[in-house]
Each structure stands twice: as C-alpha cells, then as structure tokens.
C-alpha cells in the first residue's frame, strides 16, 4: 500500500515544474520591460529588454508608483540608480514597502536610444506562488489545525493509536477535505454569495462533506477496492471531524480564490495527517511505557498532545515571503 | 438499544456523570481544549450546545416514525445543521460581543459527535420527553465539563473569574495558551477516573 | 425505484422546511445585528471623543460621514467622494470625482438621506441609478467629520490592516491637526495574553496626543514599559493634576513601547495607524481645496 502511494507521489513529482512555470505567469505588460520585481523593503528593480537613455532611466519623475487600491497616492523616490550592465535600474524608497500590496509603476514615455518606446504600466507583486505556498504552509505548520487551532481532536484521539490507521486516516482525510473543499468554494462563489443566502453556509458546506464522503466512497469502491478495504471505515469518520467544516467556513469568511483554497485544504489535510502521524509514532512508545493507572488511555494522550502543541507554538510567527 | 427505563431524573443525572460528553464519552472534545481560555466562553458556548441538543434530540424523537431508515444520517445532519443556524444568528444578534469571542465554534457544533451520537443512540429510540431530559443531561453535563476546565484555567492564567479579578496577578500565563487546554483536560479526565474509581470501591465495599 | 423517489422527496422537502425556518428567523435577527453594529460604532466614537456616561454628547455634536469610492470610466482611474451638503432646508449628498491630480472632474447630487447612506446596498443602489451605467465603482472607506456648531472638532477614521494573525480592525480619532486624540481596537483575532493585549490601555493609549509630525516616522521600541508611564496610561485618576502634565511632556515625543512578546503585533498596529493618518490628511487636502475652490456646499 505505501509503496503504490510512493510510486503515484513520484510520478507527479515531475509534473512541479511545468505546475510552477505555468503560475509564474508575468508580471510585465510592455515589451521593452523584461521583468520588474521587490528587490527588499526599501526598493524595487526593473530589468529591461534594451539600454534605456541614462538620463531618463535615473529621473525619478519618470515613475510614478503607488499602491494599486490606493492609486491618488504616489510613493516617494529617494533615488533611482542604473545597473551596470546600463539595462536594470533600482527605485530606492525612503519608507519600507508594504510587499504585501500590489504595487504599480506607470513610465511616462520610455526613451532608449533617441527612440520613445511609449508609456507602460507594469504590476510589481509578490509570486503568487510565494503566496500559495504560505497559505500552505500555514495551514500545515503554523496554524496546524489539531495542535494550534485544536479542532479534530474526537477524531485524532481515536485513531492515534497506530501509525498504520494513523496514516490511513490522514490520506483518506486529505482526499475529502480537498473535494469538498472546492465543491464548497464553487457553491459559495456561485450560489450563496450572489443570492446573498449567507445564513445557509453551515447547511450547505456539512451537506458538501457528506457529498464528498458518498462520492469518494463509491469511487474508490470501483476504480480501486483493494484501496477501499484499507481506507472505507475510516471515511464514516471523516464526517465527524471539526475541521472538514472549518476549512470552508474560513476560506467563505476570508474570501480566497480556487488556488488560495485549494491549498488551504491541502495544507489543513496534510497537517492532520502529520499530527496524526506524530501522535501515533508517540503512542506506540506509551504503550511499553508504565502510566498510572487513573492516566491510562485518554488523559496520558491528551498531555502528550499538549505536549506536541506547546512544540508547534514554535512555528508561530513564521513568515514566508 | 430499546426504549429507555430510567426516569426523567435518572436521565439528567446520567448525562452529567455516569455518561458526561467530555470527560467519559471523549466526544467533543475540540470546544473543551480550545474555548476554556474564560468560564463565560464555557458558559456562552455549553448554552449554546444545549438548545441545539434539546431542539435536535426532540425534534428527531418527534419525527422518528417518519424517517425512513436509509436517509438516517443525512436527516440528522439536516436537523442539527438547522439548528445551529438558527442558534448562530440569535447569538450573533442579540450577544454580539460574547459571539465574536466564540468565533468559529458556533457554527462548528454542526459536526460535534455528541449531538449525533445521542441522536442516534438515544432520540431516535424514545419519546418526546424522554429525549428532552436526556438532552437536557447532556448538555448540563457538557457545561460542567466546559466550566470546570474553564475554571482552572481562568483562575490560573489570568487570575479573574467570569471577569472579576480574584487573585489580582496572573500566576501562570500558560494557562491561557492553547497548548494548556490539552493539558487540563487530560489532568482533569485522570481526576474524573480516579473518582470514579474510588466510587466503584465505595459501592462495592457496600454491597 | 419508488422507495429512492420517496426518499428523494422527503429529503427535499425537508431540506425546504429547513431553509424556510433558517430564512425566517435571519429576517427577524438581521435587524437587530445592524441595530446593534450600528450602537457599537456610536459608542465607541463618543468614547474616543471623552464623551460617556458622566459627560453625555449634546445635540449640537454631530458626526457626518464622508465616504470614498475609486470610480472607473473610459480606462481611467478617478477619486469619488459622498459629501454631505446642505440643500435648502435639509441634509443631503453630493458625489465629488476627482482625477488622480486632485481636479473636480464631474459632481452630481444624490437624493439620499444621511441615515439612509449608512447602508451600503442603500448606497450602491443611489450610485447605480445617478452615475452612468458604464461607470464602475467600489467602495473603499470612509471618514467621520464630527462638527460641533458647525465647527469641526475631530475626524473619525475607522481603518482595518493585516495584524500578526488576520485583520485588525481600528477606530481612530484626529483633531483638526491631525493630531492623534484616541486610538480605539474594534476587532482582531491576535492570541490572547500576547498580541490581544494591544486593545489594552496601556498600550493603545501611548498613542494619545501624539502629533502628526511625530506620528510621521513613530516606530515601535523594544523596551519595557516604565512603570510611571503605565500608571498614567492606566490610572491617570491616581495621579495629581502636575503629575500628570510632567509625564505626558516626558513621554509625549517617545516612541511606541512595544508589548511583551508581541512586537509583530505592535509593530503592525502602529504601521497601521502611521499609514491611515498620512493617506487621510493627504485626501482631505485635496478635498478641502476642492470644496473650497469650486463652492460646494459641504456641511463639514
């Protein structure tokens, strides 16, 4: 069973790349401007296609940049530099940048070369991708869902006990949480939103989860029963998980896009599959271990939880891009 | 299960105790490890729980002769997912500021295995009435459980009960933090073991 | 087959009686929750402005609301502002649009009442029907101009910005100086004991009476509180009325104290705050310039 999941993992490992350079998309709309990026907090580079004419690359006039949701006001530039190799300039500020922000550029007329090239208007933003990943990784890591937002847990402790069931139980979670997930995205987007039926979320998303949990169930029934045999009884249990309802409620409220959801799902997914994964590698020690009698079961699982709780308060306040 | 013989009494008695959700059944655990930070949050979310247990468990004990068996589980969840709704906007209305502290919670108690469980162990099995008071128990006794956990934790981190300071310092501010709800709750389920066991000997040493 | 359309019956139905009973009691609370958004964000704006219990506001403290739009027509971006003005004998708006150089590009009057434009829908709707139909528009925030007899005495930002966990949400009051007079926290999901602790006194009070040019490069300084200054943040009613004026000019041009263990917190609330005050006295320049010049009627 571990080894087909190993083998499917590493099959799609290859498809990353051509994932990631499709997301990169561009940031540039002017074909003389190559790229335009967040150098740090205190400055942005452009990178150019040609020489533009030293003069007017180093006048600060020559930009205007603001935020994009606040277009009236215009960032102030301390000072524009030109590359070395004459084709990149740097736009210093003298207050830090909100990177979180789109930013953008408008160049009056380019001129390179004794040529006007025309004006341009180019996005500067952090990768998308930079984004997505943190949405992940913070759902996975530093808003684990069991150890730091503690939802899940009936679920968690009933299934801790092997690593085995531990992992099973994580899988099959992953796969519903995704499923539904997006099922509930699109209703929301779609149906709830529009109609403006916000009070019916918590009846339309459990009923999404139920949706998900019949659909995966009679899927992996056909296409794979051996599959089926290993993970079916855990998929009851999907149902009663905090967190499979807690996902959508938080990307309804927060309004993300597909992407955004998508990986919050996965992120929350495999997050629980890690909890679980560690719980259970600490209950197979428990086992040999001699607890007293009153703490036997339960109570000792529960400290030890609290335990790998106080552990992952260390992510806390991680910031990626 | 067939209908039950206890009384209405011996219902309520049973929930808080012999059967409390937290700390003996392990359901539903999620509230008591991440809402216990104050004894009002306790207090506001273990109401909150009731009706939606109350409402449920005689609204399924009402229809029980009409559901047909194969769609059990989805009509549960129908039940309890209207209710809730409708618990989540009155609080929203009419106690705004305690709602914002309950966040998310309110809406999640859709998926708290207790409510279905007792539903399906318990309401679709007996009489209106009967479904009442052991909803009734139910709740009360996921009260107890929210209350005395949130009590400890209260009391320790941040030294006031129910918003009046008692000790006038915080003794120990982890208390506070999430990772101390895992914490108490194991301690407190050990106590509840120990004195029932110590009951279990009473009882014997008795007979 | 007839038992899976009895099944599919009943479950719809039920389905119907649900929403049926989850419609009604929305209808019945949706009110309410508007009432008492609407209550929430009154008291706090008195609060700000040192009315209460023992100092009750006067009829002649009103508070109008100015609000702002970004407006899009032809491919160019434009400012609109809902201005209330005076029409013969009532209160009513008018909708400025400036270009991007601060220049009074088109205005128009809205047929809305103060109290109606509280609403957002309400004033969507008034847009939609005054402005051209190829005009996009999108509500950005909004600016309370309290006047007292007719004189302004503070402006109300409420503002919201990223914390360390999602959103903070703030309430902000400015003479008209721009000088800060309170800053109060209206909502933030921080962690309790640690960055929770910025919608306590002794922390949002350091922003009391801290000038705009000081507010201008203000930063967050890792230090601990001294303890003189946090009787006054907290208590200032136990100290005398010399002590109090020695520790404020003392503290007056210091920076922000940051708080134990969340300085990401307090770092963002003061970023937050910095930024909300210079965009605003940017915009009420220009706005100011453009009522003046062009003879609008404002009542602010």
């Known amino acids: ?53 030293a003069d007017w690359a180093t006048d600060p006039d020559n930009y205007r940049i603001y935020e994009k949701r ?6 102030v530039i301390s000072e524009v530099i030109l590359g070395p190799d ?24 380019i001129h390179s070369q004794g040529k006007d090239l025309g004006t341009a208007l180019l996005n500067v933003k952090r990768l998308y991708i930079g984004e997505l990943f943190a949405i992940l990784i913070g759902a996975m890591l530093i808003n684990n869902y069991v150890f730091t937002k503690y939802l899940g847990l009936c679920v968690f402790f009933g299934t801790s006990k092997k690593r085995d069931t531990a992992v099973g139980m994580g899988i099959t979670f992953t796969i519903v949480m995704v499923a ?37 169930d009679t899927v992996l029934r056909k296409v794979n029963p051996a599959l089926f045999k290993a993970f079916g009884v855990y998929l009851v249990l999907v149902i009663a998980n905090c967190i499979i309802l807690a996902v959508p409620l938080t990307l309804a409220d927060n309004e993300y896009s597909a992407m955004e959801s998508l990986m919050l799902a996965l992120g929350a997914g495999t997050g629980f599959l890690l909890a679980l994964f560690l719980m259970s590698s600490a209950g197979e020690r428990l086992e040999l271990a001699d607890i007293p009698p009153t703490y036997r079961g339960l109570p000792i699982a529960f400290v030890t939880a609290g335990l790998f709780a106080l552990a992952f308060m260390g992510f806390s306040g991680l910031v990626i891009f | 299960m067939a209908a039950t013989k206890k009384s209405n009494k011996e219902l ?159 003794p120990l501010l982890f208390f506070v933090l999430p990772a101390a709800g895992f914490f108490c709750v194991g301690i407190m389920m050990a106590l509840f073991n120990y004195i029932e066991g110590v009951y279990n000997r009473l009882k014997e040493r008795k007979q | 087959m007839k038992e899976i359309i009895r099944i599919t019956i009943g479950l719809t139905l039920s389905c119907f009686l649900a929403a049926m009973i989850m419609g009604a009691v929305f209808v019945v609370t949706d009110k309410t929750k508007k009432q008492n958004e609407y209550n929430k964000t009154q008291a706090t704006m008195l609060g700000l402005l040192g009315y209460g219990k023992e100092n009750p506001a006067t009829e002649e403290l009103k508070f109008y ?34 270009d991007l150089e601060g220049r009074l590009v088109q205005r128009f009057t809205l047929d809305i009442s103060l109290e109606k434009a509280i609403d957002d829908s ?83 009070n ?61 770092r963002a609330v003061t970023n937050g705050v910095k930024n909300m005050v210079k965009r605003f006295a940017y915009r009420i320049k220009i706005l100011d310039e453009v009522i003046a010049g062009h003879q609008i009627p404002a009542v602010i």
């Not at chain 1, 004459?86 to 930013?103: G, T, Y």
């Not at chain 2, 700390?23 to 306790?42: E, Q, W």
């Not at chain 3, 609109?80 to 400036?98: C, H, N, R, T, W």
């Open chain 1, 1 to 53: 069973m571990r080894s087909m999941i190993q083998r499917y993992a590493f099959r799609s490992i290859w498809l990353m790349p051509v994932f990631l350079l499709f997301l990169m998309g561009c940031n540039v709309e002017h074909p003389f401007v190559k790229k335009v990026a967040f150098k740090d907090s205190l400055s942005i580079s452009i990178e150019f296609a040609g020489e533009p004419d």
């Open chain 1, 70 to 75: 606040d277009p009236d006001v215009l960032l």
């Open chain 1, 86 to 109: 004459k084709r990149s300039v740097l736009i210093k500020f003298d207050e830090e940048i909100n990177q979180a922000e789109p930013h953008v550029i408008a160049l009056t007329p």
């Open chain 1, 180 to 216: 539904s997930a997006m099922m509930s995205w699109f209703l929301y987007q779609f149906v709830l939103k529009p109609f403006e039926l916000d009070f019916l979320q918590v009846v339309v998303f459990i009923g999404m989860v139920s949706l998900s949990v019949q659909a995966v």
């Open chain 2, 12 to 170: 309520v008695i049973n929930g808080i105790f012999l059967e409390n959700p937290i700390f003996r059944l392990a359901l539903s655990m999620c509230p008591a490890v991440g809402l216990t930070t104050s004894i009002k949050n306790g207090l506001l979310l273990g109401s909150a729980v009731l009706f939606v247990q109350i409402c449920s468990s005689c609204t399924i004990a009402a229809i029980k002769n009409i559901i047909h068996p194969r769609i059990r589980i989805p009509t549960y969840t129908l039940t309890i997912a209207t209710w809730v709704t409708v618990i989540d906007l009155v609080l929203a209305a009419y106690v705004p500021a305690a709602y914002e502290e309950m966040g998310i919670f309110v809406k999640l108690i859709v998926a708290f295995a207790i409510i279905t469980m007792r539903l399906e162990t318990f309401a679709c099995k007996n009489t209106i009435s009967a479904s009442f008071w052991d909803g009734l128990g139910m709740g009360i006794g996921f009260m107890f459980g929210m209350v005395s956990i949130g009590f400890v934790r209260e009391l320790l981190g941040a030294g006031t009960i129910l918003g009046y300071d008692i000790l006038g310092f915080k």
């Open chain 3, 65 to 98: 609301p100015v609000y702002r739009y970004i407006v899009e027509e032809d491919g160019e971006t434009y400012l609109g502002y809902m201005v209330p003005v005076k029409a013969s004998d009532y209160e009513a708006y008018e909708f400025l649009i400036l």
């Open chain 3, 122 to 204: 309400d004033r969507q709707k008034i847009l939609k029907e005054t402005l051209k139909p190829e005009t996009a528009f999108a509500y950005q925030d909004q600016t309370i101009v309290a006047c007292l007899r007719d004189k302004r005495v503070a402006y109300l930002l409420p503002g919201e910005f990223t914390g360390f966990k999602t959103f903070i949400e703030v309430m902000l009051a400015l003479d008209p100086r721009f000088d800060i007079i309170g800053l109060e926290i209206v909502e933030h999901e921080e962690d309790p004991g640690l960055g929770a602790e910025i919608e306590q006194d002794y922390f949002k």
């Open chain 3, 206 to 266: 350091q922003f009391k009476d801290k000038s705009f040019e000081r507010l201008k490069n203000l930063t967050v300084v890792k230090e601990p509180l001294p303890d003189v200054f946090r009787r006054y943040l907290e208590d200032p009613d136990t100290l005398s009325a010399k002590e109090l004026e020695d520790i404020r000019n003392q503290y007056l041009d210091k920076d922000i104290y940051s708080l134990t263990g969340a300085t990401i917190s307090s």
